[in-house]
């Protein structure tokens, strides 16, 4: 077992960060310094996310950047291969673009990548005659008034450009154009486009030809912003498909939906599919309406009688209880207003099936709507913190320079923290996601999964509330503060508690919170859990952790620490901090209870 200086090593690491998470601890104080170190001395774990965080695994590029890197791939395939540029734009389009393969094809076969391409080795002339046939319209003109292409086939220049124009309007499919014969398989080159297109034509062939740089290769994605014409190039292996475009929207590169972590892209397909489909419309009728006994369509009802009758052309009438013809009732059943046929049918049997499909599409009903609607104002909140950074970096940050007496350089915390709350909403919105699909036979993943969550809400509520409420102090002081410091200090803490808590909570996740044992109830789960080992803590200074399957408690009691679930280790406070109810040591950050310490 750890020594007791070990033990209180460890509450002096941990209790720092909860002074600065729970806003409770005077900064003013001759530890102010002390304090505001936390921020800039992270443990070993938050220097390991730090590193992590700052590794891009991908790179913006803008449409100057493509245009650039696109001549440079058919410059570079031109002088290998030595042909001329249309040729080896050609080249590149067939194979995608891909510098490499080209070579590769035309190295090992010439003769067959220029059969399959559609490039002659040498131009064929057009016959020497004085007038010549079109091949589209069969009228005869003058030698100077058509125009053939490699391949030598005429045409004339009227036919050409309809040619030309038809394609150019049906899609990025001109980029492929081939001679209007019908047995000839010769490429139509850029340089014919710009002979023959019109300038509205040619700049609809410019943007095809860029777009399919970049859609066309396997490493380089649009950004799918609205509007943005940005591209991303992408370095395959990476750990994270989280990207983040230059107009600041964040998407998930596998599935090119908002980025999403810590929820999978097969999870958001569901989710999405689910928001938009008529599954949730069937389980409301279900929950909330019976059908019409005659027409059998679904009807809801909207007043206290129980007597309805159906919509015309059915007009059927029948009791809402029992479903029975109205006209089979009376005094006998109790009367109009309270049918006990119903009751007696229950008793029989007669509407168990009925009753439980209805309950059941009910439950399911409340549980999805449980988690869209948090879902959903995760996704406001976090629309209404990108409109608040927008404003304090246009207007907001001025203001409060000019008031508190500060440089804007010095103000670039408070950005930081509405950058960190907009990626924190986005962020908790998922984990709703994800705990509606976790399934329910896992309690001790679920437990463990909704304690996590609503520290995560906990955490980010506090954030959220000192950037927006706290902050606004300040911009409406007409001098300067003397503890403006103090809100700096503390809301850098704060930022960097949050984000560091919310790396670890995806982590924990993307894993599928696999150190929890997986069990159907509380006395078969892992004991070896703790919120400190899925969230990458560590027990102290020295590294070292004691396990709660060393104690000598029962298996239930056991759990029931390992979970958090129970009132009796619940975090309790004590002069500001956060103390455990069984060993009143005072708890870590977020008010995680002491299970690496209380044994």
């Known amino acids: 077992m750890d020594s007791e200086d070990d033990m209180h090593d460890a509450h002096d690491v941990e209790s720092l960060d909860d002074d600065f998470y729970s806003g409770d601890t005077p900064m003013g104080s001759e530890d102010g310094d002390a304090e505001y170190d936390f921020v800039d001395n992270e443990s070993e774990d938050s220097e390991d996310v730090t590193s992590h965080r700052q590794q891009q695994s991908y790179t913006i590029l803008s449409v100057s950047d493509i245009r650039q890197r696109q001549e440079e791939d058919i410059h570079r395939v031109s002088t290998v291969l030595s042909i001329s540029r249309v040729a080896a734009c050609v080249l590149l389009r067939h194979y995608k673009w891909s510098v490499s393969r080209v070579h590769d094809e035309w190295f090992a076969d010439e003769e067959n990548v220029r059969k399959v391409v559609g490039l002659l080795e040498k131009p064929v002339e057009m016959p020497n005659a004085r007038e010549l046939p079109c091949g589209i319209c069969f009228e005869s003109y003058s ?53 023959l297109a019109s300038d509205e034509d040619k700049q609809k062939y410019s943007r095809y030809l860029l777009r399919s740089y970049i859609e066309d290769n396997r490493k380089t994605k649009w950004c799918p912003a609205p509007g943005c014409e940005f591209a991303v190039e992408f370095v395959m292996g990476s750990s994270s498909y989280d990207v983040t475009c230059n107009c600041s929207y964040s998407f998930c590169w596998n599935c090119t939906e908002e980025a999403h972590r810590p929820v999978d892209c097969a999870t958001v397909a569901k989710w999405i599919l689910k928001n938009c489909a008529e599954s949730e419309n069937m389980n409301w009728i279900l929950a ?45 059943t109790g009367g109009f207003y309270a049918c006990n046929r119903y ?61 508190q007496s500060q440089p804007e350089s010095q103000l670039k915390f408070i950005i ?18 994800y705990g509606y699909y976790l399934l329910e036979n896992e309690y001790a993943k679920r437990q463990f999964f909704e304690y996590l969550q609503g520290e995560a809400e906990a955490g980010l509520e506090r954030l959220h509330q000192c950037a927006e409420k706290e902050l606004q102090v300040y911009l409406e002081a007409e001098a300067p503060t003397k503890d403006f410091n103090y809100f700096r200090t503390k809301l850098a803490g704060l930022t960097s508690v949050t984000r560091n808590y919310f790396e670890n909570l995806v ?32 027990g102290g200074k020295s590294g070292k952790a004691k396990v709660i399957g060393t104690s000598s408690r029962s298996g239930d009691e056991a759990w029931t620490m390992a979970t958090i679930g129970l009132a009796s280790t619940a975090p309790t406070r004590t002069r500001g901090r956060q103390t455990c109810a069984r060993c009143a040591n005072s708890t870590g950050r977020f ?5 690496l310490l209380c044994d």
């Open 507 to 538: 982590r924990a996740l993307e894993t599928g919170l696999r150190d929890v044992g997986p069990s159907g109830n509380q006395a078969n789960a892992n004991k070896n859990t703790s919120p400190k080992s899925l969230l990458g803590g560590k």
């Open 416 to 433: 930081e923290a509405w950058l960190q709350i907009v990626e924190c909403r986005r962020v908790l919105k998922w984990t709703y996601a």
């Open 143 to 195: 030698s100077n008034e058509m125009t053939a292409a490699a391949c030598g086939h005429p045409f004339c220049s009227a036919c050409w450009r309809g040619y030309v124009g038809t394609a150019i309007s049906d899609g990025p499919g001109c980029l492929m154009l081939r001679c209007p014969d019908p047995s000839c398989g010769v490429a139509v080159g850029e340089d014919m486009i710009r002979m």
């Open 288 to 332: 909330n309406s019976k059908p019409c006994p005659k027409c059998k369509r679904p009807i809801e009802k909207n007043q206290g009688c129980m007597h309805i009758t159906c919509t015309p052309p059915c007009k059927f009438e029948f009791c809402w209880l029992c479903l029975g013809a109205w006209s089979e009732h009376g005094e006998r």
């Open 591 to 595: 008010g995680l209870c002491c299970l």
């Open 343 to 403: 009751e007696a049918a229950k008793q029989e049997g007669a509407y168990d099936e009925s009753e439980r499909r209805r309950e059941m599409a009910k439950n399911s009903l409340e549980r999805y709507t449980h988690y869209y609607e948090r879902w959903a104002t995760n996704q406001s909140s976090r629309q209404k913190a990108l409109a608040d950074l927008h404003s304090m970096q246009n207007e907001k940050l001025e203001k409060l320079s000019d008031r």
